[in-house]
């Protein structure tokens, strides 16, 4: 591997495609990446509207949901700072943040292993249900310890996909 000068790995891995929707792992990463982002971002509208069922404001500048609330003819709920199911989709949020991104850089990272294409859509296919049985299993809420051997089979995921990652490095 050349770093500097004239031509680097990342370059080389980008002109003969690893980073194109023309490799295979990389689309499959694509995809599953986009799958498991929008569920993230599906996290925060969930949360939204957590807070107006539950009718929980958490700031004073969210005094005109409450105005809102009363023109409708509902109650207008509170400003407080914590409600256990708007708390519970927050924290199913963060999990997902904490999760949701390191698989994707690390995805990223291993595609540049050249990884075979079923190994690398098991690791793939792994973390995304992975991710929305523990969204099922928070949500729910399902006993444990199913939230935490869902999230423990995605996080493994990603650990199987940075080990090949740590061996291919030279330096």
């Not at 680097?8 to 003969?16: C, T």
């Not at 969210?62 to 109650?75: A, E, P, R, T, V």
Request: net charge positive; glycine share 6%; proline share 4%.
């Amino acid at each position: 591997m050349q770093y500097g000068g004239g031509g680097n790995a990342f370059s080389n891995l980008i002109s003969n495609g690893s980073y194109s929707f023309s490799n295979p792992v990389f689309a499959a990463l694509a995809s599953y990446s986009s799958m498991t982002l929008l569920k993230m971002l599906g996290m925060s509208t969930y949360t939204i509207i957590q807070r107006f069922r539950t009718r929980n404001f958490t700031t004073s500048e969210d005094d005109i949901y409450k105005q809102l609330m009363n023109q409708l003819g509902h109650s207008s709920g509170t400003i407080k700072s914590k409600n256990d199911i708007v708390e519970r989709v927050r924290n199913n949020h963060l999990n997902d943040l904490e999760n949701i991104i390191p698989f994707v850089l690390i995805g990223l990272f291993y595609v540049g292993t050249r990884p075979k294409f079923d190994c690398a859509l098991w690791h793939f296919r792994i973390f995304f249900l992975s991710r929305i049985l523990h969204t099922i299993a928070y949500q729910v809420p399902l006993p444990q310890p199913t939230r935490t051997i869902s999230w423990l089979v995605g996080y493994l995921s990603i650990i199987s996909m940075t080990i090949p990652i740590l061996r291919s490095i030279q330096i």
